[in-house]
């Protein structure tokens, strides 16, 4: 059915007014993505095999299960029409329709988030996927885990990532299984897409024989400087890689042999056989063992520091010392919903040093570049209540919370619900440290 759709005249909104139309329209886009979902849980019941009238086999003699384990069955083409009205194929709609399914029988937790419109549809459909190949059990251990962060709290990136760890945590069997698989696809190849006369050469193995790789190619990168003056870095490190898998095609190599010194922050937990390699995710503690038997590398293990007794300097310099707490207790940029994990970000005074801010882990926060001029430049505030909360104010009056588990808006209680402890807390931090 085609409906006539009337543009809506945005002509003359002020910018608060475009701010809060396009908070509405997402709103409601996220509550139409419920409610297809919900159409799909309802597609899969009314397409069971037993549904079909006696002597009907069509789509019975290969119903496939429509989920993941213990869900039930579903006629081989159901989901095509369904697909179609939705714009997708049946392959899509498959996806969807299994996601849904998951969702209701195998992760209550999501689900009721669903329904309750406080978990979005992307993040849920991602957590069942994800899960599929897990045992109920295991599936639901995940759904208690992740449900905090599936309001949308945390950048994309972020929440795929503790997916996967959690994932790994809640079945150890089926990641060491995995990672058995994805080593023996290591390979060395050129790549199948060529055009305007470039192309790729790609290099698939473990995470520390590529840190290896990458540290030679930035080594002999650095001593073409003389050489290459006026080149760009990717120009030097694309020389540089050349002049290291084919000496013979480069047989002046001046730059002399390459000492690689290779640093890797792996993350490891009592009694948990899952670790976590920075910039590469959750590992088995197996796996690490494997990939440092591998190598000629020699392993150093830090001492934990005491983030809590850290104390500030006298200075607007950074100590190394510092500054790994500051990672500790921030792992991602602190802006709101932002993604980046690395560690090349800068670490903002919260309160500029030159006012008086404090160089202590209190008042320091990892931000990209960019982050950090829209801090400065574009009328934003931030203040650090408490090591590891961040609370900004944009330059609309909207308030945001940045803690470990992601960004949350905070908004005012509607007239007549209760506030929750967090809410009176937020609130108060507010009133305190936010003009």
């Known amino acids: 059915m085609v409906t006539d759709r009337a543009v809506a005249d945005l002509t003359g909104l002020p910018a608060a007014g475009v701010l809060d139309f396009v ?37 019975r003699a290969r119903a496939r299960r429509a989920g993941g384990i213990g869900t039930p069955l579903i006629t081989e083409h159901a989901a095509a029409a369904f697909g179609a009205r939705i714009q997708t194929s049946p392959y899509g709609a498959r996806r969807l329709i299994a996601d849904a399914v998951d969702l209701v029988l195998r992760l209550p937790g999501l689900w009721a988030g669903v329904v309750a419109g406080t978990v979005r549809v992307p993040h849920a459909r991602w957590v069942a996927a994800a899960t599929r190949d897990l045992t109920p059990e295991e599936a639901g ?19 795929e990532l503790l997916v ?35 192309a790729s050469f790609t290099i ?5 024989t590529i840190a290896g790789m990458d540290a030679a190619v930035t080594a002999v990168a650095d001593k073409l400087r003389d050489a290459m003056p006026d080149a760009l870095v990717n120009d030097r490190r694309v020389a540089a890689a050349a002049m290291l898998l084919n000496p013979a095609g480069r047989p002046d190599l001046s730059v002399g042999p390459v000492k690689v010194r290779v640093k890797a922050y792996l993350h490891l937990y009592a009694d948990s056989p899952i670790a976590r390699l920075e910039g590469h995710g ?21 001492p934990v520091l005491d983030v809590a007794g850290m104390a500030p300097v006298d200075a607007y310099e950074i100590p190394a010392r510092l500054r790994e707490a500051v990672r500790l ?50 009328g934003w505030q931030v203040r650090h209540p408490f090591p590891g909360i961040v609370v900004w104010r944009d330059p609309y009056g909207a308030h945001y919370l940045v803690d470990p588990t992601g960004t949350r808006r905070i908004t005012s209680p509607s007239p007549g619900d209760e506030p929750t402890r967090a809410d009176v807390m937020v609130t108060q931090l507010l009133l305190e440290y936010v003009a």
């Open 329 to 378: 207790i921030h792992p991602a940029d602190v802006f709101p919903y932002a993604a980046n994990l690395t560690r090349r970000m800068d670490l903002d005074h919260a309160q500029p040093y030159a006012e008086g801010g404090a160089t202590s882990v209190d008042n320091l926060g990892p931000l990209t570049r960019t982050h950090h001029r829209i801090k400065t430049h574009a």
């Open 204 to 208: 698939k193995a473990d995470a520390v």
């Open 23 to 59: 908070e509405a329209a997402h709103a409601a886009r996220a509550e139409a993505e419920r409610q297809v979902l919900q159409a799909a849980y309802q597609w899969a019941v009314l397409h069971h095999p037993d549904r079909l009238a006696p002597g009907d086999r069509r789509g």
């Open 164 to 198: 996967e760890g959690k994932v790994a945590a809640a079945a150890p069997e089926l990641a060491r299984a995995r990672e058995e698989a994805a080593a023996k696809a290591r390979c060395a190849r050129t790549s199948r897409v060529n055009k305007h006369g470039m």
């Open 141 to 159: 251990w995940v759904d208690t885990e992740v449900l905090e962060a599936a309001d949308g709290r945390l950048a994309w990136s972020r929440f």
């Open 282 to 302: 959750p590992v088995t503690v197996g796996r690490v063992m494997e990939m440092l038997a591998d190598t000629a590398a020699r392993v150093q293990v830090t």
